[in-house]
T-cell receptor, first 111, second 115 residues
Framework: GENVEQHPSTLSVQEGDSAVIKCTYS??????FPWYKQELGKGPQLIID?????GEKKDQRIAVTLNKTAKHFSLHITETQPEDSAVYFC??????????FGTGTSLTVIP | EAGVTQSPTHLIKTRGQQATLRCSPI?????VYWYQQALGLGLQFLLW???????NRGNFPPRFSGRQFPNYSSELNVNALELEDSALYLC??????????????FGDGTRLSIL
């Protein structure tokens, strides 16, 4: 089955700086890559997703890039704010199949 | 639109007992997924139901089971509870995925504590 690796496991940045979280996947048939944010005491929330026919997608301060050849995708958060502090999960799936999640990145934004 | 709802919010049991957790998906969603999240750890896939059928299960013992009802709601049953079953159990739902990619939408989970 699919194997998703996520790095780093923890990340601290100063407010206003950028944060980058990277994931790699093993199955070249995977074609859908969502990112989730989980705040303390809450369930994961979808923040952005990308499909394999697109190389990059942006939504305000958040962007995701996908490199199908290298089988890796990354989450970029610019101008970080304290409310961005949370655990972030990447996932990979292929159409008609379940999600395979990364192990999570705990992001701390220092005011 | 109401999101995924899970009940109860918290559940306290003792070793050997049985627990039942419930999930109501977003209206129109036919797939329901269950995950276990131990404290500080990632999401471990438990079960996937679609149209009342179990589509796949993760690497968990048979004492973890569930079902999906005709209204697409679902319940997760855990028998013979063990201390290591203490975790947050998350339910997610999605639109049908067999012909297109659909995101999963999560509830806020049931915190199961085993004493």
């Amino acid at each position: 089955g699919e194997n998703v690796e996520q790095h780093p496991s923890t990340l601290s940045v100063q407010e206003g700086d950028s944060a980058v979280i990277k994931c790699t996947y093993s199955d070249s048939a995977s074609n859908y890559f969502p990112w989730y944010k989980q705040e303390l005491g809450k369930g994961p929330q979808l923040i952005i997703d990308i499909r394999s026919n697109v190389g990059e997608k942006k939504d305000q301060r958040i962007a995701v890039t996908l490199n199908k050849t290298a089988k890796h995708f990354s989450l970029h958060i610019t101008e970080t704010q304290p409310e961005d502090s949370a655990v972030y999960f990447c996932a990979a799936s292929m159409t008609g199949n379940q999600f395979y999640f990364g192990t999570g990145t705990s992001l701390t934004v220092i005011p | 639109e109401a999101g995924v709802t899970q009940s109860p919010t918290h559940l306290i049991k003792t070793r050997g007992q049985q627990a039942t957790l419930r999930c109501s998906p977003i209206s129109g969603h036919t797939s329901v997924y269950w995950y276990q999240q131990a404290l500080g750890l990632g999401l471990q896939f438990l079960l996937w139901y679609d149209e009342g059928e179990e589509r796949n299960r993760g690497n968990f013992p048979p004492r973890f089971s569930g079902r999906q009802f005709p209204n697409y709601s679902s319940e997760l049953n855990v028998n013979a509870l063990e201390l290591e079953d203490s975790a947050l159990y998350l339910c997610a739902s999605s639109l049908p995925i067999f012909n297109s990619d659909q995101p999963q939408h999560f509830g806020d989970g049931t915190r199961l504590s085993i004493l």
